[in-house]
């Protein structure tokens, strides 16, 4: 870390992406150095207006990923703010909240830890928060790779937009 | 909530410069040098920040390596408090000695002057009897591979946090930045980077 640039744009761009691939590929994903993990949007994604940062419209519930609201406020060119997001690693599953341009974490719940001490509870909750983190970066290393490949422009930005407007047919856009 | 228990609310933070070799002499005195100190009681409103330990907001002691380097992790907690005044009450107050004054004085309003020495008087006597708001935001710095995780997301209180950690170790703080998932990728960082906006709407057909 060196203090790069936030860009914004990329970490919405980023949210999208994520809600969108684990749709795509059934909430399971190669992540290459981080294996295969299990993605899924849980139960909020909020939105806000390009130019602002205040939450414009928030969908919640069991099945936010998959509502028509949150779809067409993706479709009606509204950014997502945050995501609330659920993953596996192996034995291990986080649920929290991914925010912001920092990818700041929010109620990140790490899988149940029986540490004695403080010093070992500190070791333990430092490799869980470390093992999210790794996941997240190989998560983004994804999303990088693809939007930087030439398939964005012809396939997978057609199909986030096949699939916002309720169009996605089975195989559009796999990975 | 934070480093030892409960859920994590976090931002990263990479740290620019490197630890010397002399920290743990040289940290216990920086935090000790930035530690939390209690105000006079009759202080008035301002904010006040400096180091805590985790395990208690009341101590600020940092002579005893133990409590605060864990090998390579270094635990702390930023405390600010900030006494503020009701505003309804001090009003009520006010208004009752302006009143008594005028009465006293066989005036119908008391003069500026007086006026602002009357409220300078009962800001001291009531900040003097006001506990503070006491926030206290809990930090682990990973000195071996340079990151710090602050368990707040409020832009104030990383501000006050980026601010007191300069002072405190003379080391810069910069908030994560997605790019440094990628920094052993440096041309598909700057691909990305050269990336604009994406737009999901569906493109307008000109023969609709």
């Not at chain 2, 209180?157 to 990728?185: I, Q």
């Amino acid at each position: 870390m060196n203090g790069n640039p936030a860009l914004p744009h990329l970490s919405a761009e980023f949210f999208v992406w994520l809600w969108f691939a684990s749709e795509r590929e059934g909430g399971t994903m190669d992540l290459g150095e981080a294996g295969i993990c299990d993605v899924w949007v849980d139960e909020r994604i909020s939105f806000r207006a390009p130019d602002e940062d205040r939450v414009r419209a928030v969908v919640t519930g069991e099945n936010s990923s998959t509502a028509a609201e949150a779809l067409a406020a993706l479709a009606s060119g509204k950014v997502v703010r945050d995501v609330q997001l659920h993953l596996r690693r192996e034995e291990r599953e986080y649920a929290l909240t991914l925010r912001g341009v920092h990818l700041d974490l929010a109620g990140a719940k790490l899988p149940p830890h029986e540490a004695e001490g403080d010093d070992g509870l500190l070791y333990e909750r430092m490799f869980l928060y470390e093992d999210l983190w790794f996941v997240i970066g190989a998560l983004y290393r994804r999303f990088a790779r693809e939007r930087t490949s030439a398939r964005w422009a012809d396939e997978i930005l057609p199909a986030i937009r096949a699939w916002a407007a309720g169009e996605l047919a089975d195989g559009d856009g796999s990975g | 909530m934070g480093v030892l228990k409960g859920a994590m609310t976090v931002r990263r933070y990479a740290v620019l410069g490197e630890v010397p070799d002399d920290f743990r002499v040289r940290y216990a005195d920086a935090l000790a040098d930035h530690a939390f100190r209690d105000p006079p009681a009759s202080a008035a409103g301002e904010e006040r920040s400096g180091w805590c330990r985790i395990d208690n907001l009341l101590e600020t002691d940092f002579s005893d390596l133990n409590r605060w380097l864990f090998n390579q992790y270094l635990v702390a907690a930023l405390r600010t408090d900030k006494k503020v005044l009701p505003a309804k009450l001090f009003r009520a107050h006010l208004d009752r000695r302006l009143a008594e004054w005028c009465h006293q004085h066989g005036r119908n309003r008391a003069p500026s002057g007086v006026r602002q020495e009357i409220r300078e008087q009962l800001e001291i006597e009531m900040f003097a009897r006001t506990l503070p708001r006491v926030q206290v935001v809990e930090w682990v710095w990973n000195l071996v591979d340079g990151w710090v995780a602050f368990h707040n997301t409020s832009d104030s209180a990383n501000d006050r946090f980026v601010k007191l950690f300069r002072e405190t170790f003379g080391l810069e703080l910069a908030p994560f930045s997605p790019l440094d998932f990628l920094a052993d990728d440096p041309d598909l960082a700057a691909a990305l980077e050269a990336k604009g906006i994406s737009d999901y709407r569906r493109p307008h057909r000109e023969d609709a």
